[in-house]
């Protein structure tokens, strides 16, 4: 995941936060947008408030790779993609295999290449992360799937879209990035598509947002059920990415963890779904002031009681993160993952800080309160990153985070955003 060099954080604790801090867009809606820009034939889109995260550099380099022309202008958050020459259906591992969202791409080559070739699919490594209602949907669209080794043993996966044609499709669970594709593989198939079980995360309904504005013809977002009217073409247009409420809810458990007060811009309370609730719970308080949430924690820090789940429910990105804050709760915390069979790696990290966390399956008892000490930790994957920063913001001493490459997936500038709110934290290259 380092490609070459080693990211680490080195955060000294203790300072209470206090400021202003600006929400970035959101990972989980830029990332299909890039994919269903590269579904318009002419015309450039252009993608604003985009973060300036890991997985979106990994984006751009593979949306060259198929042969659009993508620049990601830094200093203005603001993606410009010309697809109107796609010439090679293959999302290399190199970069594929490096972030998610890559599998995102596939509806836009299948429509417009006629075939999708993935050599490697990445994200964090949080159990078994399956594709397999991706995959039904498009065969049920008309594709096909097969599957080849390559000659070191690795999967490669060819899709085939053949004559795309609308169905009714279904995700036995809620997936989000699956509903995604399926709505973007519905959008240009010929005919009606019945979406059952979709997914209602506030991203998903961003993303409609975009595909309506590009020509498609969705209705029934964030019902559950989602109907699509295939259409001829899309067009480029210009869209603003949503904030990120997983960045949102990181900084609101900043403010938590240290009892300080922050003012976020672009925060939704709304977005945060239950873990707004959750955290009140702990002691945090939350006033809305139109685009801006301002939180503050004074009180000592209650356990809390928490149960993963699709939105509205609490967001399994933002578990690893409120397993940190309850180590410092007054009492025992008992957290329940829903979502993914491997994401509890974190307890050991905190460990090795002073936690004293207890993990059975996919349950966790945080037998709080545990003063936390500095020491060298690893992310062992994006929220645990994160996590892994909030214990360093409240841990005595130095905290050391490695492989935080991954923080650096889903996070734009966390050593300068959480410096200017008094935090010692400094991000290296080793
Ligand atoms: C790029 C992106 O948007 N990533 C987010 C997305 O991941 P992602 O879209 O991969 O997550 P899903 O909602 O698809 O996965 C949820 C659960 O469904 C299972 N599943 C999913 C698809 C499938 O075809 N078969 C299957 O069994 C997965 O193994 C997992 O247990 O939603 C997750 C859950 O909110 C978030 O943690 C990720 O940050
Ligand atoms: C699991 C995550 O992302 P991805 O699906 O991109 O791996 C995440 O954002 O925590």
Do not use: W
């Not at 010929?190 to 979709?198: E, M, Q, S, V």
């Not at 029934?220 to 073409?233: N, P």
């Not at 480029?236 to 458990?253: K, L, N, S």
């Amino acid at each position: 995941m380092t490609m070459g060099h080693e990211v680490r954080y080195r955060v000294s604790g203790g300072r209470r936060l206090h400021g202003t801090v600006f929400i970035q867009g959101a990972k989980n809606a830029v990332l299909p947008m890039i994919g269903a820009s590269l579904m318009a034939a002419t015309g450039r889109t252009v993608l604003r408030n985009v973060p300036i995260i890991e997985d979106v550099r990994r984006a751009v380099e593979l949306a060259r790779a198929v042969g659009a022309k993508a620049e990601l202008h830094e200093a203005e958050r603001t993606l410009v993609i010309d697809a109107s020459r796609l010439d090679s259906p293959v999302l290399p591992a190199d970069i594929a295999s490096r972030f998610r969202g890559s599998f995102l791409f596939v509806p836009a080559l299948l429509h417009r290449l006629g075939e999708a070739v993935i050599e490697g699919v990445g994200g964090c490594n949080l159990g078994s992360r399956n594709l397999d209602f991706h995959y039904n949907g498009f065969k049920r669209l008309g594709a096909t799937v097969t599957e080849q080794m390559d000659g070191g043993g690795n999967g490669i996966i060819h899709i085939k879209a053949g004559d795309m044609r609308g169905g009714t499709l279904y995700c036995d669970t809620p997936s989000h990035t699956g509903t995604e594709n399926l709505i973007m593989a519905a959008a240009l198939a010929r005919g009606t598509t019945l979406i059952k079980n979709a997914a209602l995360e506030p991203e998903v309904l961003d993303h409609i947002a975009l595909l309506q504005a590009m020509g498609a013809r969705i209705s029934g977002g964030g019902t559950g059920f989602i109907t699509v009217e295939g259409v001829d073409g899309l067009s480029a247009v210009e869209h603003t990415v949503m904030p990120d409420r997983i960045d949102a809810g990181v900084f609101v458990m900043a403010a938590a963890i240290t009892g300080g007060e922050l003012n976020l811009v672009g925060a939704s309370l709304e977005h945060l779904g239950v873990a707004a609730d959750k955290l009140e719970q702990m002691g945090v308080e939350f006033h809305q002031q139109g685009a801006v949430l301002q939180v503050r924690r004074e009180r000592p820090l209650r356990p809390i009681n928490v149960i993963t789940d699709e939105y509205p429910g609490f967001a399994t990105d933002l578990q690893s993160p409120i397993m940190a804050v309850s180590c410092l709760a007054d009492g025992p915390s008992y957290i329940y993952e829903r979502i993914f069979d491997g994401r509890f790696k974190l307890a050991g990290e905190l460990r090795k800080m002073g936690a004293d966390i207890e993990v059975n399956g996919n349950r966790a008892k945080v037998n709080g309160p545990r003063p936390l000490r500095g020491a060298e930790v690893q992310a062992h994957d994006l929220r645990c990153g994160s996590a892994l920063v909030l214990a360093g913001l409240a841990a005595e001493g130095e905290t050391t985070i490695t492989s935080a490459y991954y923080l650096d997936r889903g996070h734009a500038h966390t050593a300068e955003r959480l410096s200017q709110l008094g935090a010692e934290i400094v991000r290296e290259t080793v």
